[in-house]
């Protein structure tokens, strides 16, 4: 019987702590870790192994794992702040590192040649499909860095998820969640304001969105997260707008696909313009609400 592959899972967040419990689920030997511990509980709840530091849990590890919500908090570990040493430093050589945050394109490969000089494979691979698709394993990897790194880290994406695509050299993964993410927050945002504009006009929200969801307009907005509160009950719509994919990290999120395309001289109209939007729902105060919640900058809900 072969001994299992050593894991290090950084990052416990909404997404993070359900990937690292299918890891376990599948026998990988697993050591998380995160900076709370509520996260670090949660997992262990699961009988996910925990560590007391970064640095203890990528001992020995063979893989290592980071989900993590920004690109200075990616360098920040893999490379150091200040006078902290990087992650990096720590971690045996011919190790395969996955980072599954959507950061910067620019970021993802400069930790990536960090590694490379310490003899150490990268991919990035971000990852699509909301909290319920890393609680089912049904996640999606958008993957960029070399064929064989990929290959190495299949089994291990295989177990978090159902899709994996291979987008092209290191940071490709980053650039293609970018417009993937640019997309759904612009569709996010038109499809609260299609359903206001009906209900202003007496409409039925359910109906209208059952109408839409199986019409031109359907979308996973319209059949999976959709922005009105009772038209789905497992939305966060219905439950307050609390939990899913925050505001804030879509706003990060069109934030980078801007930067992304001031570099190559891309026009993004509609994604500047939702950008704006999810930036005055954090002014109303629901940054840390579902990115749904835009919809409550166009009208009164019941």
Same mark, same amino acid.
């Given at each position: 019987?072969?001994?299992?592959?050593?894991?290090?899972?950084?990052?416990?967040?909404?997404?993070?702590?359900?990937?690292?419990?299918? $890891?376990?689920?599948?026998?990988?030997?697993?050591?998380?870790?995160?900076? *709370?511990?509520?996260?670090?509980?949660?997992?262990?709840?699961?009988?996910?192994?925990?560590?007391?530091?970064?640095?203890?849990?990528?001992?020995?590890?063979? #893989?290592?794992? *980071?989900?993590?919500?920004?690109?200075?908090?990616?360098?920040?570990?893999? @490379?150091?702040?200040?006078?902290?040493?990087?992650? @990096?430093?720590?971690?045996?050589?011919?190790?395969?590192?996955?980072? =599954?945050?959507?950061?910067?394109?620019?970021?993802?490969?400069?930790?990536?040649?960090?590694?490379?000089?310490?003899? $150490?494979?990268?991919? &990035?691979?971000?990852?699509? %499909?909301? #909290?319920?698709?890393?609680?089912?394993?049904?996640?999606?990897?958008? #993957?960029?860095?070399?064929?064989?790194?990929?290959?190495?880290?299949?089994?291990?994406?295989?177990?978090?998820?159902?899709?994996?695509?291979?987008?092209?050299?290191?940071?490709? %993964?980053? #650039?293609?969640?970018?417009?993937?993410?640019?997309?759904?927050?612009?569709?996010?945002?038109?499809?609260?304001?299609?359903?206001?504009?009906?209900?202003?006009? %007496?409409? &039925?929200?359910? +109906?209208? =969105? &059952?109408?839409?969801?199986?019409?031109?307009?359907?979308? !996973?907005? +319209?059949?999976?997260?959709?922005? !009105?509160?009772?038209?789905?009950?497992?939305?966060?719509? =219905?439950?307050?707008? *609390?939990?899913?994919?925050?505001? &804030? @990290?879509?706003?990060?999120?069109?934030? $980078?696909?801007?930067?992304?395309?001031?570099?190559?001289?891309? *026009?993004?109209?509609?994604?500047?313009?939702?950008?704006?939007?999810?930036?005055?729902?954090?002014?109303?105060?629901?940054?840390?609400?579902?990115?749904?919640?835009?919809?409550?900058?166009? +009208?009164?809900?019941?």
């Amino acid at each position: 019987m072969s001994t299992p592959t050593r894991i290090a899972f950084i990052g416990l967040g909404h997404m993070g702590g359900p990937m690292a419990t299918n $890891l376990h689920k599948a026998g990988f030997a697993v050591s998380a870790f995160d900076l *709370s511990a509520d996260a670090l509980a949660a997992v262990r709840a699961q009988g996910v192994p925990t560590a007391d530091s970064a640095r203890a849990a990528v001992a020995g590890a063979q #893989v290592v794992i *980071s989900m993590l919500p920004a690109s200075r908090h990616v360098e920040g570990l893999y @490379l150091g702040t200040g006078d902290a040493e990087g992650l @990096l430093a720590a971690i045996e050589p011919g190790a395969l590192l996955i980072d =599954s945050s959507t950061i910067a394109p620019a970021s993802a490969q400069k930790v990536a040649q960090a590694a490379a000089a310490r003899g $150490l494979a990268m991919i &990035d691979a971000p990852v699509s %499909g909301g #909290v319920a698709g890393a609680s089912a394993g049904t996640l999606t990897f958008i #993957v960029g860095g070399d064929a064989a790194a990929l290959e190495r880290a299949r089994p291990v994406l295989q177990a978090m998820g159902k899709n994996i695509f291979h987008m092209g050299a290191i940071g490709a %993964g980053q #650039v293609a969640k970018l417009c993937n993410n640019m997309a759904l927050g612009v569709i996010m945002a038109v499809t609260g304001e299609a359903i206001a504009l009906g209900v202003a006009h %007496g409409l &039925d929200a359910k +109906t209208l =969105s &059952d109408m839409m969801a199986v019409s031109t307009s359907r979308s !996973w907005a +319209t059949e999976v997260c959709n922005p !009105w509160p009772g038209v789905h009950p497992n939305a966060p719509a =219905s439950r307050g707008y *609390s939990g899913g994919f925050g505001n &804030d @990290l879509m706003l990060k999120d069109l934030g $980078l696909a801007v930067e992304a395309a001031m570099g190559v001289g891309a *026009s993004i109209p509609l994604g500047e313009l939702a950008r704006n939007l999810y930036a005055l729902n954090k002014q109303a105060g629901r940054g840390g609400q579902d990115f749904s919640g835009v919809v409550q900058l166009l +009208t009164r809900l019941p």
